[in-house]
């Protein structure tokens, strides 16, 4: 139901009046009030947008935390280029500082450079952001709520360039801080001949590489997470084989196909024509697709079958199918038989059953030949009225995945019965061919043009495209955290070589003192790549603290897999030690060849 409120009015306004209705409606008929309280039937009012949203919020925060993260590298990155930068012009600023330039002048030339790199930055960005959108469109970006919505539009461009504005200023100011405390002859001292970098400013470097280390490291563990799950969901049998298999949707409305005779003529006459196309295996025709978004359920009970005190109604998936259908399908049937022509209007009820109904109401049990029913009306649940509908189970098929591959509902199993004897109106063709199922779409349209020129095929889909687009709300998140973390570890890697080339640049006379002290070059190798090895532990120790936080948002987007799974955390913690470990070899080899005379001579 959907409403509006008046205003001034509240969801928990609505909620408490809601509940007060159904409190009142349970004294009004009494002869509901265990079905219903035995069921937990209640009522929530929500707001519209948290509706529409419910499915992929935490999804949308999480990716909202990976920009995040993505962005704070980034700024450490830039911030640690600037400190980098603003070391090496050390004597520089100091001397314009000498000579009268004052700290307002400097700082606002610091800024501009910054700020103008930022938003050059930014610019790029907008241009990658607005090829990037139309990519994610081929992910399925527009099935998500709202996702058609999604562009770079004027309100896009303005929160980027002022984010890309804020990191300029917030990153200038840190040299611009340094600048203000500038001691003139510690300046000169540290940039002279004798002496080298400020341990400060290199404690400084080192602390933002291990946190950029650690932010990329939280981020490659969502993105391996996610791949992992996906995995795990794609391994799902989802009862079915979905290969060449073609669905298409057709509807016979009531001003041309008034009754069920005029339903059971059209659904005969469009199987046959269809089964007579060249290279159709096997055709049927559904009420409820597997992976369809269209689903009904509905109460049955079986003969004989005694409800708990407190057990709730139960009420399985209910199925119309035409013979044939189950054979296109793949479904595998267990014992009895399927559907076939002599299921008509005119004989017995019939019903078949998936194994976790035939589990539900026979347990160890064989169904076939045992009889269901529904019932008219609440008084029947012990025992059957007259009005009553009987059926007989004469078969028994394989559990199939209706909703889709993760379930998250409390379902009890399917039930299929015979679209001769029950007739829908809207019907799902399911194709198997002997090869590419798409290329029999043009056939079956003219078939059905044959049949009646008004009707349209539409909704025209493999099985195997239909899976697909269940699975968009999985599949995107986990692409976007992949880019993420890829750009993460590309970033953490250059900070890593960042820091260790120029540590090793700033400290070439102290390793020439080293070498020729009676140091090799392959100890000057260790010594470099052990500070690196050094900031990639700390960086780790600090991504899997964060992970550690996280773990309970990241378990609601999880299946299969836990939010701290070892084989994850080290198959990560591996990768990124692999690209550290190449990022922190080219300064280690540029240091051991470093010449004693050559550094001691500078």
Known sequence: MVGRLRPGATVMQAQQQVDALNAR???????????????????????????????????????????????????????????VRSSGRAKELATRHALGAGLVRLTRQLLTETVLLTLAGGAIGIAIGWWGVDALVGLGLDRLPRGNEVRVDGTVITFTMALALAVGVIVGVVPVLSLRQVNLSQAFREESRSGTAGRGARAMRRALVAGQVGLAFMLLIGAGLLLTSFQRVLAINPGFEPANVLTARVAAPSSRYPDDATLRTFANRFLEKVRAVPGVQQAGLTSNLPFGGDYSDSVILAEGYRMAPGESLISPFQIRVTPGYFESMGIKLRSGRLFNDSDTDQSAGVIIVDERLARRFWPGQDPVGRRMFKPDNPKDLANPGPKARWFTVVGVVSEVRISGLIETDDRVGAYYFTAAQDPPRYLTLTVRAAGDPTALTPAIRHELAAIDRELPLYGVLTMGERMSESLVDRRTPMVLAATFAGVALFLAAIGIYGVLAYQVSQRRREIGIRMALGSDARGIFRLVLSEGMALLGVGLTLGLAGAFLVRRAMESQLYGVSAMDPLVLGLVAGLLALVALTACTVPARRAARIDPVVALGE
Do not use: C
């Open 25 to 83: 409606n349970m004294e009004r008929f009494p002869h509901f009030k265990e079905i219903l309280t035995n069921a937990g039937f209640h009522t929530v009012a929500t707001s519209l947008q948290d509706d529409l949203v419910r499915g992929v919020r935490t999804t949308l925060y999480l990716l909202w935390g990976g920009v995040l993260l993505v962005l704070l590298i980034g700024v450490v990155n830039i911030t640690n280029l600037v400190l």
